[in-house]
Each structure stands twice: as C-alpha cells, then as structure tokens.
C-alpha cells in the first residue's frame, strides 16, 4: 500500500506534456487521508522540482534526485533504469491519455487557467488493477492542475491540485544539490533507516 501511496504521490506532481511550456511556480495540495502540503517550480517537461512530506525531488531527465531535508541525504536514479520497474515513473500527460485511453469529457476554468477534462482507467503500478482517474489539464501550462483518482478500498479517492499558480521564469539553483547534502546508495539509507534496519537485525 505504501509503495501505491508514492506512486499517486509521483503521478499527481509530475503530470506533464513533451512540449514547451511556461514557466512557473506553485502550491501543490494533495488530499489523501488528510491535506498534504506541497510545492512545484517548473521549467520545463524535463527539468522540475517537487517538494512534498520532507522530501524535494529535482528531475533533470534522464536523472532523478530525491533529497531528505531531515538527513540532508540524497539519491540519484536514472529514468531509464526506473521505466521497467515502475510505470508511474517519467509519465508525460501526452503518453498517459494514449496508452490508457482516458476521453475528453469537456473544459473547466481552475485557477484563472482553461483546462480540458479527461476521464479514464490507468495503471498506477504494474501489479496492481488500473484505477479510475480524471484530470484538469491547461494547455497553456501544459501540466495537470488538478487531479482526482479512485483507490481500492479503505483509501476512497484522493485528489491533487495547484493554488497560487505564478508564471515566471524559475532559477538555476533550485535545480541544483543545496550545500550540505551528501550523496547515498539507496532511499532506506537516505532517509535515515540504515542504522535502525542493523539494530532490527538478527541478534
């Protein structure tokens, strides 16, 4: 279960087209349980930055880096090494409503911005059933500013969207490591489990 939470987590902050887009920022606000706070700066479809539940994930396509404020550690991953593995990893909106079929159900106007609806049945993660979704997309940001989907029971649905959307060119540095994070092998590791997982070890 908590590797689907993650995956809904990576879809609803990454949902974006191939083409080039505006620049911008915003508030990203995930409801799963509970609200869950987070924040996206956007260049482009290959370079973005998500910050979410102590965690900032900076994707420079083909890499990914996912960094833990509290263990100021980070990891490194290659997107084509990850495709295999998980198919929520580098979805592009485009390559998402092709391959699940999802239909345009008509236009809503979200935070000032025109979006085209679309409806649909997609895969979250390759073994479990597709789950049902509908998306806000703006072409003019070409990004998904809202999101719901409908989760097997007892999670229900869970939604996303962005508030405080501002368009404007997004700096250099916050795609880049901050000082003081140090580079490790795996998440448990950076996330500051590695010791614990010796101490639960065999006695």
Not at 4 to 18: E, Q
Request: glycine share 6%.
């Amino acid at each position: 279960m908590k590797k689907i939470f993650f995956s809904i987590l990576v879809l609803f902050f990454t949902i974006a087209s191939t083409t080039v887009a505006a620049e911008f920022s915003a508030d990203e606000i995930a409801m799963m349980g509970g609200n869950i706070g987070g924040k996206i700066y956007y260049k482009n479809s290959s370079i973005h930055r998500n910050e979410s539940m102590g965690m900032i994930r900076i994707i420079k396509l083909p890499l990914i880096y996912q960094l833990f404020t509290n263990t100021k550690k980070y990891t490194v991953s290659n997107i084509n090494d990850l495709a295999n593995k998980n198919p929520m990893d580098n979805v592009s909106f485009d390559d998402m409503i092709k391959k699940n079929n999802m239909k345009k159900m008509g236009t809503a106007t979200i935070q000032r911005f025109k979006c085209d609806i679309y409806e649909g049945n997609i895969k979250v993660n390759k073994n479990q059933p597709p789950m049902h979704m509908k998306i806000w997309y703006s072409k003019k940001l070409e990004y998904a500013i809202k999101t719901s989907m409908t989760l097997p029971a007892p999670m229900g649905t869970v939604s996303s969207h962005l508030e405080n959307i501002k368009i404007g060119r997004q700096l250099d540095n916050l795609f880049k490591i901050p000082p003081g994070y140090s580079k490790v092998k795996s998440i448990e590791e950076a996330m500051g489990m590695g010791n614990m997982q010796m101490r639960m070890g065999p006695k």
